[in-house]
């Protein structure tokens, strides 16, 4: 690889880096204006320093809202799971294993 074809390498101080989260957090530039003016490569590079030295709030934040009656039906789809999942154990078990073992290892998982 020549030196023409080197890829450069930019590495910020802590200095610089808290000092485009100051400016962004202030309202003077948006990130996308921060990554222009200070020729900041990648996307989330700058994501990052918001994240680490920044205020979370000029994140985008996933809000989920769910319904009382979606909850409740949650549960019950993790309990039906849960159900199954002892009976196909119990089913391999009776294959692999005497009728009173799988008992025994089916009590301690409706238990548990």
């Known amino acids: ?14 200095a610089f880096k808290q000092q485009v989260v100051s400016e962004i957090e202030r309202g003077e530039i948006s990130v996308a204006e921060a990554r222009k003016r200070y020729d900041i490569g ?15 709030s000029l994140l985008a ?13 949650i549960k019950a789809l993790e309990q039906q799971i849960g159900s199954w999942r002892t009976m196909n154990y119990l089913v391999r078990c009776s294959v692999f294993a005497t009728p009173d073992a799988a008992l025994r290892r089916a009590e301690t998982l409706v238990s548990a």
């Open 61 to 73: 934040t996933v809000v989920r809202i769910e319904m009382p009656h979606d909850v409740d039906r």
């Open 1 to 14: 690889m020549s030196a023409k074809e080197r890829r450069l390498v930019k590495r910020y101080s802590a």
């Open 42 to 56: 990648g996307t989330m590079t700058i994501d990052k320093w918001l994240r680490k030295m920044g205020k979370l």
